[in-house]
């Protein structure tokens, strides 16, 4: 594809291990065309938390350095879209965080990302829109919030927690209050909504039923 287009980060990728982070952007800046220079290099070690690691090089990173490494080698040539394959894979949990907010940053500057994944739980708290894929073929798509469905209303109570499946946000009122008309005290209320790992494994089951 043509340099700005396209920026691609594979689930298993490699640099050299004696290229320093701003090398291994300069050598991708020459396959991809782009024209940005030094102050394209800067700005994008910048953005994915790298600028004090500019000279280091790739064998002295951890995997997480590596990967937002990887991010910003994608970013080179400022492309529309970005296609990422597991960018959390293998990450602990404040690798994980540091690239979901790298991820919330890039929808704030309006970048499209593609983003193939099976941390779900990861996936739902950054993604607008979400297509499951089931042998090749579509089997469900939507926002996580059209997707996920209630799971019904638990209530924190004195005698533990009390849980009503049937019932809504609407309903919580009307619990609320008979509850402590009985007596009840009580200490929290959650509406449960489906997570985006229930919705997965229901639209894989109902697939291959």
């Not at 790739?58 to 937002?68: P, T």
């Not at 929808?107 to 941390?119: E, Q």
């Not at 009307?174 to 639209?203: K, Q, W």
């Amino acid at each position: 594809e043509a340099c700005g287009t396209i920026g691609y980060l594979p689930e298993l990728f490699r640099y050299p291990d004696w290229a320093s982070a701003d090398e291994v952007l300069a050598m991708h800046q020459r396959l991809a065309g782009s024209q940005g220079g030094d102050h394209e290099r800067q700005e994008l070690l910048e953005l994915v938390g790298l600028r004090e690691a500019r000279t280091k090089r790739v064998e002295e990173m951890s995997k997480g350095m590596q990967q937002r490494l990887g991010m910003a080698q994608a970013l080179v040539g400022s492309p529309r879209l970005l296609l990422f394959d597991e960018p959390t894979s293998a990450l602990d949990p404040a690798g994980r965080i540091a690239v979901r907010e790298l991820l919330e940053e890039l929808r704030r500057r309006g970048i499209a990302v593609l983003l193939n994944s099976h941390l779900l739980s990861e996936v739902e708290r950054v993604v607008d829109r979400v297509i499951i894929i089931n042998k090749g073929r579509m089997v469900s798509a939507g926002t996580p919030a059209e997707l996920a469905h209630s799971g019904g209303v638990e209530v924190d109570t004195d005698t533990g927690t009390r849980t009503f499946p049937d019932a809504t946000r609407a309903d919580v009122p009307r619990l609320v209050a008979e509850l402590v008309g009985d007596g009840v005290a009580i200490y929290g209320v959650r509406i449960v909504r489906s997570s985006l790992e229930d919705v997965y494994l229901e639209a894989i089951t109902d697939a291959n039923a």
